[in-house]
């Protein structure tokens, strides 16, 4: 089967490499017989970008790992095996697009092989990036661009691209590797830009390097390993660029970026002296200009946003916000390896890949979110009412003057009001003070008297309440010329099955609270119609979550009172959780006083009722409901 497989995948890339080599009729024929087969990953990313009508692409393949020491002690801990469970996953972006690599077992010299294959523009992407299966994402084909996409002969073929365009395309390679455990949350082990255009001297469009991971945070500047790399363009150009020409390029932007970025520095400094000219106390205000990475390189905030459309992953901006709520928050390291908030902020590729973060981590992708929505969004800066460092979102209508909070760790939201006698949701409460607002276009720091949430006033182009940083400078600071390493990948779209997941957790819970009610000597007899009756409330719940508005309670009350007959107790206990382990499932509900009564129910004729519904966004990401039901007559 597996000698059938390799063969259908030769069989594949073979004709992909034909069908490169017709579309560009100056291309050179080059043999593949000895280049890496492409996995089926990279087959289908091929297949779907092929429809797109690329004119070029790359193949990156990762041939292999070594010098992997933390892994020494592991292996020796379980006899070369490493640690039970841990495997090491490598994500890979290029150009907005995010691929991933099958798990393999972590060890010293980990089996890391996969050809990842991207679609190359030939200059740098705007701007606004989309989601693969947006249809705005491209332009409306022409009939024979249609005829083209549907494999007829005729049709409107790409222009190939030469080396001196793909010489201007800046853009990095970003390696991202993950460790990960069945009994742990995915640990972030390396973030490593790689650059690729030496391959354009190459004759017949293929090299071969290395790649030297170090760790973050407080160890990235310690290597952890070494990747085996190559890349490969197809079809190769028909042109070739001298060694020496490549080498002139990169010192040419690099000379360009110190002078930007010292001209930057200097416009920094004066800034932040007249700023702190105003007032003592903007000193110990939260302002933001620049922050570190998970590699400690210090980036200015707004080049961490970008306008970011998730297609037709995320239909509205709530479910946006409903959508990042869902990734777990865990506090982010600082630089020195404390717990500080306020220091490094994680490249959203390194965070959608982990699936858990910071604050920061998480403001930053919904107001990329909400950019690409078309709001007036901005992330703030500030502290809470406990006085923790903190991170959210606002949105700001200038024609009715109304601003809008938005908590990303709970996907919250409330209006903001000056006025002391005007209501406010208790969300709005968690925020103190606030130093700073900025996206992708506009950073202000807060220079009205008091910074507390309650009094600001945000009317950003009043100058008397908010220090502007120079559209100039943030502009050189933001493109993608002054920042080719944060390029904000697209969304990728949901691969589970939602119904089969919910069957799964639903089969293991009833399982999991017949021992639990056994070992307490007490009997359990399930109730599936009345299981069933619970559904609609359920599918309120994640309504309300992402819309606000909840609907469907009558019926549901009504049903409830049908079925279940007079004198019979009836007790529901809903929970939501945002993965799917059925065992910490149970365990929060025997946390719960409510939950564990209702466990633990006594009486006659005890029935219990259990009903699991599940969402899943992009990214796999599970929204969980679980309602846990029982009636019986109570003889006390």
């Known amino acids: 089967v597996e000698s059938a497989m390799v063969e259908e995948e030769e069989r594949f890339i073979e004709a992909v490499v034909q069908r490169l080599r017709s579309d560009a009729s100056a291309a050179r024929s080059v043999s593949v017989s000895n280049r890496p087969v492409a996995t089926k990953g990279a087959n289908q990313r091929v297949a779907h970008e092929l429809r797109h009508d690329a004119a070029q692409y790359i193949r990156l393949r990762v041939a292999g790992g070594r010098g992997f020491a933390n892994e020494v002690y592991e292996e020796e801990r379980h006899c070369g095996g490493g640690e039970d469970g841990a495997q090491f996953v490598l994500h890979c972006q290029f150009a907005g697009q995010h691929l991933t690599a099958p798990p393999v077992p972590c060890s010293t010299q980990p089996h890391i092989k996969h050809d990842f294959i991207f679609a190359l523009p030939t200059v740098a992407k705007p701007a606004l990036h989309y989601a693969g299966n947006d249809m705005a994402s491209r332009p409306v084909p022409t009939k024979s661009q249609a005829g083209d996409v549907e494999g007829r002969e005729g049709a409107a073929q790409p222009p190939q691209c030469c080396s001196a365009d793909l010489l201007e395309n800046r853009q990095l390679f970003h ?49 952890i390993g070494v990747l085996e790399v190559e890349f490969q363009l197809m079809p190769p150009t028909s042109d070739d660029i001298p060694e020496e020409v490549v080498s002139s390029q990169f010192d040419y932007e690099h000379s360009r970026k110190v002078e930007s970025d010292s001209l930057l520095m200097n416009y920094v400094r004066q800034w932040w002296k007249d700023y702190l000219g105003i007032r003592s106390s903007h000193a110990s205000r939260q302002v933001k200009l620049f922050v570190k990475d998970e590699n400690g390189d210090s980036h200015m905030v707004c080049s961490l946003l970008r306008p970011l459309r998730a297609g037709r992953y995320i239909s509205s901006p709530r479910q946006a916000a409903r959508f990042v709520s869902l990734f777990p928050f865990t506090s982010t390291p600082w630089m020195d390896g404390s717990a500080h908030h306020e220091s490094s902020w994680t490249s959203i590729l390194a965070f959608v890949s982990r699936k858990h973060g910071g604050c920061e981590e998480h403001a930053t992708l919904l107001c990329s979110l909400l950019l690409g929505f078309g709001l007036n969004a901005f992330v703030c800066v500030g502290k809470q009412v406990n006085g923790q460092h903190h991170v959210w979102v606002a949105t700001i209508d200038e024609d009715t003057d109304q601003t809008t909070f938005w908590e990303s760790l709970t996907g919250q939201r409330c209006v903001h ?38 009094d600001c006033v945000f009317a950003l182009s009043d100058k008397r309440r908010w220090k502007a940083v120079s559209s100039t400078a943030i502009l050189s600071a933001t493109s993608q010329h002054a920042t080719p390493a944060l390029d904000i990948p697209a969304l990728r779209p949901a691969t589970l099955d939602a119904h089969l997941i919910s069957d799964h957790i639903e089969t293991d819970l009833v399982h999991a609270v017949q021992q639990y009610r056994k070992k307490k000597g007490l009997a359990c007899t399930w109730d599936r119609e009345l299981g069933y009756m619970l559904t609609p409330a359920l599918e309120s719940y994640e309504h309300e979550r992402c819309s606000g508005l909840s609907y469907g309670n009558e019926e549901f009350q009504m049903a409830i009172r049908h079925y279940v007959q007079e004198g019979v107790t009836f007790k529901a206990f809903p929970v939501h959780f945002a993965h799917t382990n059925p065992t910490q499932m149970l365990d929060t509900c025997l946390r719960s006083p409510v939950g564990q009564d209702i466990l633990a129910c006594r009486g006659d004729e005890v029935k219990f009722s259990l009903r699991v519904l599940t969402k899943v966004f992009a990214e796999d990401l599970c929204a969980v409901w679980l309602m846990i039901a029982v009636q019986y007559c109570s003889v006390f």
């Not at 993950?178 to 001297?201: I, N």
């Not at 968690?430 to 202000?444: D, M």
């Open 175 to 223: 390696l991202v590797l993950l460790r990960t455990s069945s009994d742990a949350d995915p640990e972030l082990q390396s973030s490593h830009h790689l650059a690729w255009r030496t391959v354009l001297s190459s004759s017949d469009g293929y090299c071969h390097c290395y790649a030297e991971l170090h760790g973050v945070y407080s160890e990235s500047s310690l290597p």
């Open 417 to 454: 009001a000056v006025d002391e006698k005007a209501s406010s949701p208790p969300a709005c409460h968690i925020y103190s003070t606030l130093g700073c607002v900025f996206n992708h276009e506009a950073c202000y720091a807060n220079i009205q008297p008091s910074d507390k949430v309650e």
